[in-house]
């Protein structure tokens, strides 16, 4: 059997996925894994079409293919969303339709579901027969049991390919019939203040709903609003995962284009961030991801903490929640506030208009009020991920991380918290008495509200108070 391996990380040989796949190889010998380095070529498969046609006439005479790549901030890193994109661009669904395909992704379990929901809905969108994911952590290759879990997924894989198995689908195709967007005059202008706003769009064509969507909301303003088109920064490529950023905070781009730059000057100082973009298969655009992607200079830190962002998208995101979900997640682990977003999913341009407005007054609230809403298991959950990996194995990696954790107090492990780890075994030990735990069942509702009661109890207090000395 011949499988075809698309390699997406941009190391090449030097990842740690493409270890996992020498595992299958040397497990399964009898079976012919060709390696494909997608990720790492992405320029020369971009400009060359004989260099793509290669490929694709390698998909074309495999058995199965399997997508083997690292996860990047939430996906598949921007020079394979840029493969993937080019598949569809360039007529290569075709040889996809019919063929057995498996995802293989590594990482340290940070949003690997959503990079895995991503593979499968675009193996959906090609026709192919998506049998499953295997998700291991980075390091799970060197435990006898992951090895063995390993073998189970590819033993599993290599039989739908020989048996015909039938498969499911999971993600529905996606309809959409946007309409012509044509807004009107903007009657109530707002006066933002001193306020920095800052729109970033991947499309600065004439015409299209996002352009229209985006100059729409720019008018809502009394005063001009900067706006910079992500094709005209000077970007040389996208995050090539060497991690050199962790040691000293330095990347390895430092100097060599214009994004680190733009980024601290202009992205950061922003007070009002608005993220405009096209869908392309189930994302943004791969200018998006490199985006995303080459941000990670500032590695596991947050870098807008406290800033309002609105998102502008053109294309179907009411069909796509797991695009919905990683764009949630961004916003919380930035620690920003998301306002809402705003698509071209509505069935008269004057809806979108208010919607726009709308979407330009409420940012400008949040900014006077520096609010920013409760993290979500996304936000939460994230950072935990982050701070128990950055206080174990990838400490020494992630030097800058460890530095800032220590400073904001972000190694809060309950293993700390000694008083209350004294309270909690007292208690437990009373509560093996029959007598007592009867109490506690009893009380246990009440005593869990106990501290709210208090809160509420002395607002009752000052309002009385004030009533009685206007």
């Excluded at 997406?8 to 494909?36: C, D, R």
């Excluded at 392309?280 to 830190?301: A, E, M, N, P, V």
């Excluded at 709308?358 to 994230?382: I, N, Q, W």
């Amino acid at each position: 059997m011949k499988i075809a391996v698309l390699n997406g990380s941009p190391k090449g040989k030097k990842s740690a996925t493409m270890h996992y796949v020498h595992y299958i190889q040397k497990k399964f010998p009898h079976h012919e894994l060709n390696i494909i380095d997608i990720s790492q070529r992405i320029n020369r498969i971009e400009k060359d079409e004989k260099a793509f046609r290669e490929i694709i006439n390698n998909i074309s005479s495999s058995d199965g293919v399997l997508w083997a790549t690292p996860v990047y901030v939430t996906l598949v890193p921007s020079q394979y969303k840029r493969f993937i994109e080019l598949i569809f661009e360039r007529d290569g669904k075709s040889v996809f339709k019919n063929k057995y395909a498996a995802v293989l992704v590594t990482s340290i379990h940070f949003f690997d579901h959503t990079a895995c929901n991503y593979l499968n809905a675009v193996c959906d969108d090609l026709g192919m027969n998506y049998v499953g994911a295997f998700s291991p952590d980075m390091y799970d290759l060197i435990r006898r049991k992951e090895q063995e879990r390993l073998v189970g997924f590819t033993e599993d894989f290599f039989s739908a390919v020989e048996n015909g198995r039938v498969t499911s689908k999971h993600f529905a195709p996606i309809i959409y019939n946007p309409i012509s967007y044509e807004p009107k005059e903007v009657e109530n202008r707002l006066d933002p203040g001193e306020k920095k706003i800052l729109v970033l769009t991947d499309d600065s064509q004439p015409g299209t709903n996002l352009t229209k969507m985006v100059d729409r909301f720019k008018r809502s303003y009394l005063r001009s609003v900067e706006s910079v088109a992500l094709s005209d920064i000077d970007i040389k490529g996208g995050c090539l995962g060497c991690c050199q950023c962790g040691l000293d905070g330095v990347c390895t781009y430092d100097g060599k284009d214009e994004f680190i730059d733009f980024y601290n000057s202009k992205v950061k100082n922003a007070d009002i961030l608005v993220f405009a973009g096209e869908i392309r298969d189930r994302y943004l655009s791969w200018k998006w991801k490199q985006f995303f992607d080459r941000r990670f200079f500032h590695t596991h830190i947050p870098s807008l903490t406290g800033k309002q962002i609105g998102f502008i998208i053109s294309g179907p995101l009411r069909r796509i929640p797991n695009l919905r979900q990683i764009l949630d997640a961004y916003s919380e682990w930035e620690q920003a506030n998301l306002v809402d977003y705003i698509t071209d999913e509505y069935e008269d341009s004057s809806e979108i208009d208010d919607l726009l407005q709308s979407l330009a007054e409420r940012l400008v609230e949040c900014a006077d009020r520096h609010y920013v809403k409760p993290e979500t298991f996304l936000g939460h959950g994230g950072r935990k991920i982050f701070r128990d990996d950055i206080w174990g194995r990838l400490r020494v990696a992630f030097q800058v991380d460890h530095q800032y954790y220590k400073k904001h107090g972000l190694y809060d492990f309950p293993q700390s918290r000694y008083k209350m780890r004294f309270f909690n075994w007292k208690m437990m030990l009373f509560t093996k008495i029959p007598a007592v735990r009867k109490i506690f069942s009893e009380r246990c509702m009440d005593e869990m509200i106990r501290p709210h009661r208090n809160v509420i109890s002395k607002m009752d207090q000052v309002s009385n108070s004030m009533q009685v000395n206007p």
